[in-house]
Antibody, heavy 121, light 110 residues
Framework: EVQLVQSGAEVKKPGESLKISCKGS????????IGWVRQMPGKGLEWMGI????????RYSPSFQGQVIISADKSISTAYLRWSSLKASDTAMYYC??????????????WGQGTLVTVSS | QSVLTQPPSVSGAPGQRVTISCTGS?????????VHWYQQLPGTAPKLLIS???NRPSGVPDRFSGSKSGTSASLAITGLQAEDEADYYC??????????FGGGTKLTVL
């Protein structure tokens, strides 16, 4: 059974750094793109970017390029999303998402349970 | 503002048919890229509902169907049930923005 298990909720202050994780199991972690999707409170889904753990090829949405870093450690089947300096506007639920299909036809077939990040002074 | 435009809300009575539109442009849907649909029940992660414009993943009832034409796509739900009340999102690929989602549509079952 494919599972994506994310790290727990975080409460941080503006300016702090943060790294959240997503551990994949039940499939070949290095053979699928895995990415992150943001959902701000009461808002829609926003695609942030993806990484191919097999070779660490990473693609970002222009909206998130330079704002976050996506990485993966294939030895432990885990993907990460990192911020170096959080802002209040980073408050949101973050979902990791396994992508399937060619990049131009890609869709998400499995989702993590979500990690709620709250940034407040 | 999302690259893919969806109506903010739709509603229907139990048993009725509703459709949700997803309008894009020549750099995404109109360029021939596939459209996928997701259902997000309150407080849960999204779930893939329709892939590749019109294909239902295993376990998705045949009350849900998808279509695509030109720069738009549609999700149709027939025999509306109370459990269908959720947010629905379309998703495609954009040649400059990469993967893009629609703004989402809230379905209310009256």
């Amino acid at each position: 059974e494919v599972q994506l298990v994310q790290s727990g909720a975080e409460v941080k202050k503006p300016g702090e750094s943060l790294k959240i994780s997503c551990k994949g199991s039940g499939y070949s972690f290095t053979s699928y793109w895995i990415g992150w999707v943001r959902q701000m409170p009461g808002k829609g889904l926003e695609w942030m970017g993806i990484i191919y753990p097999g070779d660490s090829d990473t693609r970002y949405s222009p909206s998130f390029q330079g704002q976050v870093i996506i990485s993966a450690d294939k030895s432990i089947s885990t993907a990460y999303l990192r911020w170096s300096s959080l802002k209040a506007s980073d408050t949101a639920m973050y979902y990791c998402a396994r992508h399937v299909g060619a990049v131009a036809a890609t869709r998400v077939d499995y989702w993590g349970q979500g990690t709620l990040v709250t940034v407040s002074s | 503002q999302s690259v893919l435009t969806q109506p903010p809300s739709v509603s229907g009575a139990p048993g009725q048919r509703v459709t949700i539109s997803c309008t894009g442009s020549s750099s995404n849907i109109g360029a021939g890229y596939d459209v996928h649909w997701y259902q997000q029940l309150p407080g849960t992660a999204p779930k893939l509902l329709i892939s590749g414009n019109s294909n239902r993943p295993s376990g998705v009832p045949d009350r849900f169907s998808g279509s695509k034409s030109g720069t738009s796509a549609s999700l149709a739900i027939t025999g509306l049930q109370a459990e269908d009340e959720a947010d629905y999102y379309c998703q495609s690929y954009d040649s400059s923005l990469k993967v893009v989602f629609g703004g989402g549509t809230k379905l209310t079952v009256l």
